[in-house]
């Protein structure tokens, strides 16, 4: 069992930076991986990015160039760092544990935090 819980979300400009974190506890012997996907209102779960022991990642086209997932293996801790925030970036974002394939396959499993509001307003 896995337990995830998000912070770091709020308001902010559009143009503007915000950092979340997924803090991760439980047994890690089923995953390999931990990712973010996020929901807009009125919209379905979209994946945003992942990262894999090791460090390989995995990024949604929309958010490459401006969003940074690294991780703290000490604090079992992920970051998600974004960058130059666009309104259509505001959603709740959810943090996920799963596998991360070698051929770039992302499979969540049913592990996932409470969410975090983040808000861009233009």
């Known amino acids: 069992q896995v337990s995830l819980v998000e912070s770091g979300g709020g308001l902010v400009q559009a143009g503007g930076s915000l950092r979340l974190s997924c803090a991760a506890s439980g047994s890690f012997f089923s995953i390999n991986a931990v990712g973010w996907y996020r929901q807009a209102p009125g919209k379905q779960r979209e994946f945003v990015v992942v990262?894999?022991?090791?460090?390989?990642?995995k990024y949604a086209d929309s958010v490459k160039g401006r969003f940074t997932i690294s991780r703290d293996n000490a604090k079992n801790t992920v970051y998600l760092q974004m960058n130059s925030l666009k309104p259509e970036d505001t959603a709740v974002y959810y943090c996920?544990?799963?596998?991360?394939?070698?051929?770039?396959?992302?499979?969540?499993?049913?592990?996932w935090g409470q969410g975090t509001q983040v808000t861009v307003s233009s």
């Open positions: 990262i894999r022991n090791g460090g390989r990642t």
């Open positions: 996920n544990a799963g596998d991360l394939t070698s051929s770039g396959t992302y499979y969540p499993h049913n592990y």
